[in-house]
């Protein structure tokens, strides 16, 4: 049966250079992305902080894809989060501009009173004591994962990151920061002591090169979906995150076969991301869009029988 999913993290406005062209005021926050992406698979339950500045217009596009933003809080005190990223030549590696939290700087999330029963739980990356204070909020879900990024590894907030994952059921991280997190000679090794920080469910991303599934002993992998031209990567990580979430969510199981689907919408959903800036593509997604790349993606690593 359908289940909603709960995403917590950043809403944001985004100033973005890549090499094909720049925009500015772009739509963003990793709670944005996941939820619009989540919402093509089930509905997204918001929670997050925008200040004064934050438009009509982008309340109407969260209100389009049905996202519940009964947990989106606006402070008047200040303006809605900001960042501002360049990206090189190559498209995967950029630099940050700026980072103006504005009033991001003072989220304390609150879990409203009709979202506390949930199932499926995402924490986006946020301060892990506030990933923390978000668990103590809900009532005992099936499934919580968890993203971070190397400023928690490797910063002083260390010891709650550790505490959160020894209280969630997944983590969905990059190659860097997998390895920023643990130690291991192969893949292999590395995910299976991921696995020992306490996630059972681990997925790997490795950009351009797919994504590694570790669901208990279980192991799977999955292809980038080839496209023929990288517009715009922000959000992609945030993007996989949502439509993997949206559906298991969807199934309502954490089955190996529903993590595999999941593994597929998560790529596939990526793929349309970073085909526009911003929201451009994915927010424009139908589902026929969806299932004919699902489909291809399937025929791309299918193979033959063996004949010897
Ligand atoms: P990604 O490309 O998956 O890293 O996600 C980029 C999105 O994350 C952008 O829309 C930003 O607004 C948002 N973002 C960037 N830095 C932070 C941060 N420190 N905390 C929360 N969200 C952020």
């Known amino acids: 049966m359908s289940k ?3 995403i917590v993290g950043s809403v944001a406005y985004d100033d973005v250079e890549t090499p094909l062209g720049s925009r500015k005021n772009l739509l963003g926050g990793s709670a944005t ?16 902080v925008v200040g004064n500045d934050f438009s009509e217009d982008d309340r109407a596009l969260l209100a389009r894809h049905e996202i519940d933003v009964s947990g989106l809080v606006t402070d008047t005190s200040g303006d809605t989060f900001r960042w501002g990223g360049r990206y090189h ?8 501009l700026y980072t103006h939290l504005n009033v991001f700087e003072r989220f304390t999330p609150k879990i409203p009173e ?7 739980l995402f924490l ?5 004591a506030l990933q923390l204070d978000v668990l103590d909020q809900v009532a005992g879900p099936r499934f919580v994962a968890l993203d971070t990024m190397n400023f928690w590894i490797e910063g002083p907030r260390r010891e709650f990151l550790d ?14 920061e997998a390895k920023l997190l643990t130690e291991g000679r192969s893949t292999l090794e590395l995910g299976r002591r991921l ?5 059972k469910t681990v997925i790997v991303k490795r950009g351009e090169h797919g994504a590694l599934l570790f669901h208990g002993e279980e192991l799977f992998y999955v292809p980038a979906y080839p496209i023929e031209q990288v517009i715009d990567p922000t ?12 559906y298991v969510a969807r199934h309502g199981n954490l089955e190996l076969d529903t993590m595999k689907g999941a593994m597929l919408c998560g790529s596939v959903m990526a793929s349309f991301c970073v085909e526009g800036f911003g929201l451009d593509k994915m927010s424009a997604v139908t589902i026929d869009d969806i299932k004919n790349r699902y489909t291809r993606f399937e025929a791309l690593t299918k193979c033959p029988a063996l004949t010897l």
């Open 89 to 96: 030549e190559n498209m995967n590696d950029r630099t940050t």
């Open 235 to 246: 959000g992609a990580g945030d993007t996989f995150a949502g439509g993997f979430m949206g």
């Open 4 to 6: 909603n999913v709960v």
């Open 195 to 199: 696995q020992e920080l306490g996630p």
């Open 114 to 120: 009709t979202y506390r029963h949930e199932e499926f």
């Open 124 to 128: 986006g990356n946020i301060d892990p």
């Open 33 to 48: 992305y996941f939820s619009v992406s989540a919402s093509r698979f089930t509905h997204a339950r918001l929670v997050g």
């Open 163 to 176: 505490k959160v994952l020894t209280r969630v059921d997944g983590l969905i991280v990059n190659d860097e």
